[in-house]
Nanobody
Framework: EVQIVESGGGLVQPGGSLRLSCAAS????????MTWVRQAPGMGPEWVSA???????YYTDSVKGRFTISRDNAKKTLSLQMNSLKLEDTAKYYC??????????????WGQGTQVTVSS
C-alpha cells in the first residue's frame, strides 16, 4: 500500500512562493522516481513534474523556470519549490509514486493532496 502525505499548500498572492512536501512510507522511496500532478477545480489531472532516482528532473512547460523538484532519500521526502506563482497554478497538488513524464500516474499511487490557491 502506498502511503504518501503531502503538506505545504496554502493561500498565496500572485508572484509569491510555496514549498510543497511529500512524505512517503510503505515503499522503498529511494528505489522509485517520483512525480507531482495537480488538479484544478472542474478539470482533469495535469502532470507537473517528475524526478528520476538519479536526480534528472522534468517539468511541464508552464512551470519551467518557476518550480523546482527535489528529493531527500534519507528523509523519504519529495519537495516542490514553487516561485512566481500565477493564478493558473491554483489546484490541488498530489505527489505520486513512480516516474511518469508527460503523463498522469494512476490515482492509486497518489497521496491525499494539498491545496494551493493563488489569489489577490
Amino acid at each position: 500500500e502506498v502511503q504518501i502525505v503531502e503538506s505545504g499548500g496554502g493561500l498565496v498572492q500572485p508572484g509569491g512562493s510555496l514549498r510543497l512536501s511529500c512524505a512517503a512510507s510503505a515503499f522503498t522511496f529511494g528505489s522509485y522516481g517520483m512525480t507531482w500532478v495537480r488538479q484544478a477545480p472542474g478539470m482533469g489531472p495535469e502532470w507537473v513534474s517528475a524526478m528520476e532516482i538519479g536526480g534528472r528532473t522534468y517539468y511541464t512547460d508552464s512551470v519551467k523556470g518557476r518550480f523546482t523538484i527535489s528529493r531527500d532519500n534519507a528523509k523519504k521526502t519529495l519537495s516542490l519549490q514553487m516561485n512566481s506563482l500565477k493564478l493558473e497554478d491554483t489546484a490541488k497538488y498530489y505527489c505520486a509514486k513512480g516516474l511518469y513524464v508527460n503523463s498522469v500516474p494512476p490515482s492509486r499511487y497518489w497521496g491525499q493532496g494539498t491545496q494551493v490557491t493563488v489569489s489577490s
